[in-house]
């Protein structure tokens, strides 16, 4: 097949960066979105050329390392896949393909296709977590979790932290991301002691990271590789009210300062 | 070699059963007070090193905690799919931690040392705790109990799984530990942070040199302790089911500092994973090893047969586990169903367009039970197939094909985990340990989270207390000089400016290594490879081009690294596949076998771990050996009849 690619390019975090255009003929059908960028990165090294850099590690759609914008789409025209689980013979040849970095001002470019996401990180660290330091826990057994809860905490356990959802919502809102957790962590007898508490941080560390609110586009879960349900933003919500009813004043001060 | 080894493996005196339970008794402690004062950097961020940082930043301790990944929670460890083993016996049926130490010894072959998994056996009870207290969301029973699968023939159900994620749901546990730990300032973690030395002070591991990818900053990192947990090394291979970063720098460049790297040649080669399908292929799909349970293994019985699998009648087929093990049939273990799979390729009645294929026909099995049944097992695998090769698994046999899958080699470990360089400890697939030749399913996870959550954590302890420690100065000569060693080597690769691509010499490394250090090997091929390896380890150096500069994120200079160091690594598994003239476990000398083509182990002569000493560039490695003793385990040759 052949294509051009057209391709946003930046040297570094502080550079101007802009669209520069390869050709690409002679890709086969069955080679993944990603090792038609490795071909092409193949080709501009032989000639000395700096290879485009984009993040990739498992290759399988579970690392959420990849991440590009294809044609103005996060992960490109395959629903339910990250981008390195979409193939060439999904798009046409002869096509005009533009392939961007995620655009948010949380996710600084730093360089051509690669962005840091750390901030999805911070948002972990503020309470995406169940507190139980090493040893000392009791059998597992002991708690018993219903078959339905344990099956929707691993729906929204499945995130894979790749940033597409705060790519596709025009607000550029993380409220999927930080929902999933609260869902997974909150739908779980282990979980809710800090259920309050980590809904106040995780949503206080969102605003400081300069994510966008949510108003419920739901271009989220369609972006979405593992097709988390927009739901999940509903029960944030919920939670988020009631756990700022609830709240001991010192607490919500803390959590929001 | 003469006489005494210079390894003191340090297993503790005592029975089998009492062994760590005794050994933590007799481990000095470091008091809460004094935790603080000490550092340990950890390198890596998989299910060893996040539950390693985690845990020893709980104890107390001042943690520094580097990955190339851009956050903790990438590691490859996110990949593994089918699950944990734990001696729980929930489903009661007959499980013990015994028998989870039996099965792992005698599934490595008799090539692990028995206190080590014992040990190993004991704590894994504990990893399922500590992991649904955390919240992992292990798959369950309709009355809230915790669910369990048997694994890779396994006669006892210990599996715990979540979905098909369990490395990702163990992962994110550990991280979300460590993340915790991280908000609280009491882990520095530096992702984007590649480790590209190991520096020692009086002979002791006391930080690394590392390179920011961002910035091309070379900086050190100095503490009290070094934890590598860094991975395996199945990527010298080029193509195999690893993530596509992960590499054996970190464990090289110490070797090269003096730590002894054991039985490099024990490599794990999986037999269903998606074929090759073109030069561009970046690596190789996994599919999950239960796909025999219904479906059958064939080729062609004819050599250039192209007709569509399905226009090949059954007298024309060949179903050659069947034919060659007709009591295991489809079901025959990793090792042999891969060697089988390889031969009838070599003879040239492999499918597909490369040649490198195999079918797995479901054809019978949805005749029998149905395709909705079929669907009901397999659906999402059969799906994930379809997604890749854009052909329908209900249709047309599956084409399938054994693929490089973990490496049970690594940095040779003591009982506490420490290397032969003092203050370095190695946790994880970059250890040696617990696995002998051949590891079984779903016990890497349980060997990576053992180390870094029960292990690790107490015995690191044990050699801060009783080391006497100086003061390093960061700014000091020693230090200067291997960060300068190491922005030297960086210029050199810039400057070869030569024309051939990083992955041109890797593929070609990948070739030879597959070829003639895989699923099977001879004492012909493992010379040819030993001759070809340091030529294309010279054109690398004289030859590679390396686009761009080092002050920015630069992938083909980070590509080039690690390649430069595979293509040495290549050669020490090379040699160490050659020494071992016996078949045990993944290593198949095709000069030792049985009459019926069954690996034939020598346990007069190779009842040891092979640890090998850096000795120079170009100069011969000296080989250690840690003998093993089977004084539990009775030695006794598999058998699959
Ligand atoms: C497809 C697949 C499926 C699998 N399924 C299973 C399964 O079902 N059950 C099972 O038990 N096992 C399974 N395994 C094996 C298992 O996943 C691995 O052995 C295990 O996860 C390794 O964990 P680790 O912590 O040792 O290393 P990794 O998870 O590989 O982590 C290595 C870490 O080290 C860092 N690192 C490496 N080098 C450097 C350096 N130089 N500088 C800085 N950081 C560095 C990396 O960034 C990373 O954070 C599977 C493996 C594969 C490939
Ligand atoms: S590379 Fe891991 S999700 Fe795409």
Redo the contacts between chains.
């Keep these: 097949m052949e294509f051009t690619l057209r391709v946003w390019r930046q040297a570094g975090p502080a550079a101007a960066g802009g669209f520069v255009d390869y050709p690409a003929p002679d890709i086969s059908p069955d080679a993944s979105f990603l090792e038609m960028l490795d071909v092409i990165n193949e080709r501009l090294s032989e000639r000395g050329d700096e290879p485009i850099a984009f993040s990739h590690d498992c290759r399988e759609g579970i690392c959420g390392s990849c991440a590009m914008m294809i044609d103005g789409v996060a992960h490109g025209p395959v629903s339910g896949a990250a981008t390195c689980q979409v193939h060439m013979r999904s798009f046409r040849t002869g096509d005009t393909l533009t392939i961007e970095p995620w655009r948010s001002v949380a996710f600084p470019v730093i360089k051509d296709l690669v962005t840091d996401r750390a901030a999805l990180d911070r948002i972990i660290q503020a309470g995406g977590f169940i507190t139980a330091p090493t040893g000392g826990a009791r059998d597992a057994n002991e708690i018993l979790v219903p078959k339905d809860a344990a099956d929707a905490a691993m729906d929204a356990a499945s995130c894979i932290g790749c940033g597409a959802c705060v790519a596709a919502c025009p607000n550029g809102s993380a409220s999927l991301f930080t929902a999933a957790k609260l869902t997974h962590l909150g739908l779980l007898p282990q979980g809710q002691p800090e259920r309050s508490r980590r809904t106040i941080s995780m949503v206080a560390q969102m605003d400081r990271e300069h994510f966008g609110h949510c108003t419920m586009f739901g271009e989220c879960q369609e972006a979405c590789p593992k097709q988390i349900s927009i739901d999940v933003i509903a029960r944030m919500n919920r939670d988020y009210v009631r756990a700022l009813a609830t709240a001991r004043p010192d607490r919500t001060a803390a959590a929001a300062g | 070699m003469s006489g005494a080894s210079p390894l003191n493996a340090r297993v503790p005196a005592g029975p089998l059963e009492t062994k760590w339970e005794r050994h933590k008794f007799e481990m000095k402690l470091v008091s809460p007070a004094n935790k603080r004062k000490y550092t340990v950097i950890v390198v890596g961020t998989g299910l060893a090193g996040a ?1 390693a940082a ?2 020893l930043s ?1 104890l107390g301790y001042r943690v520094i905690n580097i990955t190339y ?6 590691a ?1 460890s ?2 593994a799919q089918g699950g944990i083993n734990a001696a ?1 016996n ?1 489903p009661n049926d007959g499980d013990s931690v015994f028998r989870l130490f039996y099965d792992t010894i005698k599934g490595g072959d008799f090539r692990a040392r028995e206190a080590n998994v014992h040990r190993l056996a004991e704590v894994s009870v ?1 990893i ?8 992992v ?10 669910a369990n699968r048997s694994f890779g023939g396994a006669q006892v159900s210990r599996t715990f799984y ?2 098909g ?1 369990t490395g ?2 163990l992962l ?1 546990g550990a ?3 460590l ?2 730990q ?2 609280r300032g009491a882990v520095e973690m530096h ?1 984007h942070t590649e480790m590209l030395d190991l520096l020692l002070v009086d002979g002791r591991a006391r930080g690394v040199v590392a390179r920011d990818l ?1 910035t091309g900053h070379v900086q050190s990192f100095i503490g009290d302790a070094v934890v590598l947990a860094t991975g395996g090394y199945a990527n010298v291979f080029y193509l195999s089911t690893n ?3 992960s590499n054996a720098t970190a464990i090289w460049r110490a070797h090269k500092r003096g730590a002894a790297f054991a039985n490099p040649c024990f490599t794990q080669i999986h037999p269903t994973c998606i074929p090759v ?2 030069d ?4 190789l ?1 996994l599919m999950s090893e239960s796909l025999r349970n219904d479906g059958r293994v064939w080729v062609p019985a004819r050599g250039g047969d192209a007709r569509p699998p399905n226009e090949i009648p059954d007298a024309e087929r060949d179903y050659y586990l069947e034919r060659k093990y007709p009591s295991f049939g489809n079901l025959a273990p990793r090792d042999i169903a891969s060697r089988a799979a390889k031969q009838v390729c070599d003879e040239g009645r492999g499918v597909g367009a490369t040649g490198l294929g195999v079918y797995l026909d479901f054809r019978d099995a949805i005749q029998r039970s149905g395709a909705a049944s079929i669907a009901d097992r397999y659906g999402n695998l059969f799906e994930m197939y379809q ?4 052909e329908d698994p209900y249709r047309v046999p599956m084409r399938i094909y054994p693929a490089v899958h973990y490496t049970m080699g690594g940095l040779w470990v003591d009982y506490n985990l420490m290397s032969t360089i003092p203050g370095l400890h190695v946790i994880g697939e970059a250890n040696f340990s617990d696995h002998g030749a051949n590891r079984l399913g779903a016990s890497a996870l349980m060997q990576g989270l053992a180390d870094g ?2 292990i690790l ?1 107490y015995t690191i302890g044990d050699y801060l207390a009783s080391s006497r420690l100086s003061r390093v100065d960061a700014a000091g000569p020693e230090v200067r000089a291997i960060e300068a060693e190491v922005e030297q080597r960086t210029q050199r690769l810039l400057a070869i ?1 030569g ?6 010499f890797h593929r070609q490394l990948g070739r030879v290594v597959w070829e003639k250090c895989g699923m099977a090997r001879t004492d012909a091929g493992l010379r040819e490879a030993l001759a070809e390896i340091p030529e294309i380890r010279a054109e690398f150096w004289a030859n590679v ?1 390396v ?2 500069v080092g002050e ?2 630069n ?2 200079l980070e590509k080039a690294g690690r390649v430069a160091d595979f293509l040495e690594l290549a050669e020490l598994m090379c040699l160490d596949a050659l020494h071992r003239t016996e078949s045990c476990g993944g290593h198949f000398r095709e000069e030792s076998q049985t009459a019926d083509g069954e690996a034939l182990r020598d346990d007069e002569h190779f009842a040891y771990a092979a640890a090998w000493q850096y000795a120079g560039d170009g100069v011969a490695p000296v080989l250690a050996k840690e003998p093993l003793a089977f004084e539990t385990v009775h030695l006794s040759q598999r058998s699959y009849k």
């Design positions: 539950s985690a845990t709980e990944h851009d956050s903790p929670r990438r490859h996110i990949a729980k929930y504990n399922i705790d500590q992991c649904v207290a955390q919240g969301p292990f798959a369950r029973e309709y009355g809230g109990l915790l979540a979905r994620q990702q749901q994110l991280y979300q530990a993340e915790r991280i908000g992702p961002i993530a596509r970063n399908s073109g561009y292929q970046s690596k799909t997604r890749i090769t854009d959550y029960f954590p400016k024309r051939r691509t990083v992955d041109s081009t686009p761009g920015t994120l992938q083909a």
